[in-house]
């Protein structure tokens, strides 16, 4: 048993929180690999819960720390190699929602311009005095 076994708790929270970062992001990234916008914003609301639970879990884990005459900068760097991966896998996904945005937004220019031909189509086949009586129906 640890001679710190509150600062061990506080460890395992903050690792808990961590891996359900982790969890989330992935399900992110297969949200937006799935253009299921509604699931990734409930995904980015829980997230956002989280944070708070995980900022402070993390900053009593520095009180324990130092009440244990710990480095607190030390403790917390012991999470450091998750953090950088949860870090890679937001970025990961950053560059998946700027895909999606940029396919659907040449997908909306495409709608527009085969909107605008068709009605150069329909200008070319409508004579101006169907285009009137069209205008008072």
């Known amino acids: 048993m640890s001679a710190h076994p509150t600062l061990d708790r506080r460890r395992s929270a903050v690792a808990l929180y961590l891996e359900q970062w982790r969890v989330l992001t992935v399900a992110e990234g297969d949200a937006i690999q799935q253009d299921r916008w509604t699931e990734l914003e409930r995904l980015q609301a829980t997230k956002q819960q989280l944070q708070v639970f995980l900022n402070g879990a993390v900053e009593e884990m520095r009180c324990e720390a130092r009440l244990a005459g ?18 890679e896998q937001e970025s990961a996904n950053g560059r998946r929602l700027t895909l999606a945005r940029q396919q659907t937004q040449a997908a909306q220019q495409e709608l527009e311009s085969a ?4 009605r150069q189509v329909r200008h070319a086949y409508v004579r101006p005095a169907d285009i009137q009586w069209q205008s008072y129906s």
């Open 115 to 118: 909107t605008q031909q068709l």
């Open 70 to 87: 710990q480095d607190p900068d030390a403790v917390v760097q012991e999470f450091h190699g998750q953090v950088i991966g949860l870090v």
